[in-house]
């Protein structure tokens, strides 16, 4: 088996917020995440395919058209946006480093052509980062 990863970057600001509790309940939760005009992020995105090479290629996956679907199905959506405000597949979700990395996995499994998505890690900073690896 050989794992591929695909790396790209997006600029995006947001709000930690559950609407389900008051302003003090997500100010503690949260901190100052919780700003109600939100802050931002300069995330990167590390998604990798396992698999098996091709004899015909060499490849598991042609990163060209890795790099395509990233750019498609996610960048483009999220890239110097409000994740609560502008993006669709957002509402109503809270969107952690953890949330944004479940969402993008079911954008993104399904439209992987060849080999199987293994991983998707997010970083938000270059402390912080989440490894999702499906159900």
Not at 31 to 36: E, R, V
Request: proline letters at 4%; glycine letters at 6%.
């Amino acid at each position: 088996m050989v794992y591929v990863t695909r790396r790209a970057t997006f600029s995006a600001s947001h709000r930690l917020f559950n609407p389900a509790l008051s302003d003090e309940e997500n100010e503690k939760l949260y901190d100052k995440c919780a700003n109600p005009r939100g802050h931002g992020h300069n995330y990167v995105l590390e998604v990798t395919v396992a698999g098996k090479q091709s004899e015909r290629s060499g490849y598991v996956i042609d990163l060209k058209i890795l790099k395509q679907i990233l750019e498609t199905e996610i960048i483009r959506k999220v890239d110097h946006k409000h994740l609560n405000e502008d993006v669709d597949f957002l509402k109503g979700v809270i969107p952690t480093t953890e949330n944004l990395a479940r969402e993008f996995w079911k954008i993104l499994e399904p439209k992987i052509p060849v080999g199987t998505l293994c991983s998707i890690r997010l970083s938000e900073t270059e402390n912080n980062s989440v490894e999702y690896r499906g159900e």
